[in-house]
C-alpha cells in the first residue's frame, strides 16, 4: 500500500502516520518526491486491509494498494526515473549514458592501470574488474581478492574513474565496499538472498546482474531485497540469458530493457560481452541496447585479449573499445541522450 501524502504536510504529521503503519504491523518507507511525500507501507500482504484506517489521519490524501508483488522497485511506487549517483559524480538513470568498461578480472597492478588509462581516454566512466571471480569450474582463475581490490584501488587514484567490483560473499560487503564505489551482484548470485540482505545496508549503490534464468519479476524480487533492506540505490544489469541457441554464449534479451522501463523505476544497463559471449558481436549489440531504451552499457577490455585469464574472447582491444566509444557519441544525440 501506497500512503499519499498532502501537498506540504508537515513532519510532525509525517512521523505521526509513520508511526501508524508501525502499530499497524508494518514497516513505513518514506519518499520524498518534488511535489509530495508518499510512504510505501512494507509488510504482509494478509494484513492489508488494516491499512485502510490510515485514511483518517491529518495529512493522509488518498491510499492506493500496489499490485506488483516487487513493492519499492515498482513504478507504482515511484513514478520517475531513479538517478544514482557514484562517487566521482558520476550518475546512472539520467539523460547521460553511464559507460562501464575494464577487463573481467583484475590480473596484474600494470594491466588494471593500462586498461584504466585506455579506457579513460577513450571516453568510459567508470573501470570494471573483477577481484572475486564466481567461476562456473573451481580449476578456473578464482581471482586476487584484497589484492586485485589494491590494484583497483590504485587504477582509481590514477585515472579519476570510479570502480565497479563483484561482490560474491555476504562477510566480504565491508571489505569490498572499502576499496569499491559501486558493489556488483553477478548473475550467479541474483538468488544469495544473504547477499541481498547484506548489501540492504550497504552505504554504496548495487549493480544486480540477471541470472542465467531469471525471469524479469524474479530479478526484480531480488532488487526488492536490497531496496527493502534500506538501500535504495539500485542498478540493473541484463546480461544475457540461457536459451536455445548455442551461437552465443547467452541470448542478451533486449526485449528486457522496455520492459524493465515499463515496470521499474531503476536504472537499467546492458552487458553485451556476457550477452553474447563473442567481441565480434559486442559493437552491434551495445549499440542495441542503447537504442533499446538502457541507461549505459558495462563492457570487458582488455590490454592482450588473446592472453586474458577469463574471458578473452568476448573482450575488445583498447582500439575497437574507442570505436565503440565513437559509435556510441554519434548515437546518442539521436535518441535524446550524451555520452
Ligand atoms: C562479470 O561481470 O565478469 C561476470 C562474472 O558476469 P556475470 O555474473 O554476468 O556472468
Ligand atoms: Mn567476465
Known amino acids: ?187 550467479r548470485n541474483v538468488q544469495n538472498f544473504a547477499l541481498l540482505k547484506e548489501l540492504g545496508k550497504c552505504s554504496k549503490p548495487v549493480f544486480l546482474k540477471r541470472g542465467l534464468s531469471s525471469t524479469i519479476k524474479e530479478w526484480l524480487l531480488s532488487a526488492e531485497y536490497i531496496l527493502a533492506g534500506g538501500n535504495p540505490n539500485v542498478i540493473l544489469c541484463e546480461r544475457g540469458i540461457r536459451t536455445f541457441e548455442t551461437s552465443t554464449r547467452n541470448t542478451l534479451d533486449l526485449n528486457a530493457v522496455p520492459v524493465l522501463k515499463d515496470q521499474t523505476h531503476l536504472p537499467v544497463i546492458c552487458d553485451p560481452s556476457h550477452g553474447t559471449g563473442n567481441w565480434i558481436y559486442v559493437i552491434p549489440m551495445a549499440l542495441a541496447s542503447i537504442a533499446a531504451g538502457a541507461d549505459g552499457v558495462m563492457i570487458e577490455v582488455h590490454p592482450k585479449p588473446e592472453e586474458a585469464l577469463s574471458d578473452g574472447g568476448q573482450s575488445l582491444t583498447f582500439k575497437r573499445f574507442a570505436e565503440l566509444m565513437a559509435k556510441l557519441k554519434a548515437l546518442a544525440p539521436v535518441l535524446g541522450r550524451t555520452v
Open 1 to 187: 500500500m501506497i500512503v499519499i501524502l498532502k501537498i506540504g504536510t508537515p513532519e510532525p504529521q509525517v512521523k505521526t502516520v509513520c508511526d501508524e503503519i508501525e502499530r499497524l504491523g508494518f514497516r513505513p518507507h518514506v519518499i520524498v518526491g518534488e511535489e509530495r511525500t508518499v510512504i510505501a507501507c512494507i509488510g504482509h500482504e494478509k494484513k492489508k486491509k488494516d491499512l485502510y484506517d490510515l485514511q483518517s489521519l491529518d495529512g493522509v490524501e488518498s491510499l492506493v494498494p500496489i499490485s506488483k508483488p516487487y513493492k519499492l522497485a515498482s513504478k507504482e511506487t515511484k513514478k520517475g526515473a531513479s538517478v544514482v549517483k557514484v562517487e566521482g559524480g558520476v550518475e546512472i538513470g539520467g539523460k547521460s549514458l553511464c559507460v562501464m568498461a575494464g577487463p573481467c578480472s583484475v590480473e596484474s597492478e600494470k594491466q588494471i592501470i593500462e586498461t584504466a588509462l585506455a579506457v579513460k581516454q577513450a571516453g568510459a566512466h567508470m573501470l570494471r574488474g573483477g577481484a572475486f571471480k564466481p567461476r562456473t569450474s573451481p580449476y578456473d582463475f578464482q581471482g586476487l581478492e584484497e589484492t586485485g581490490l589494491k590494484y583497483l584501488a590504485k587504477a582509481r587514484k590514477e585515472s579519476g574513474l570510479p570502480i565497479i567490483t563483484e561482490i560474491v560473499n555476504p562477510e566480504d560487503v565491508a571489505l569490498v565496499e572499502k576499496y569499491s564505489d559501486v558493489l556488483q551482484v553477478g548473475a
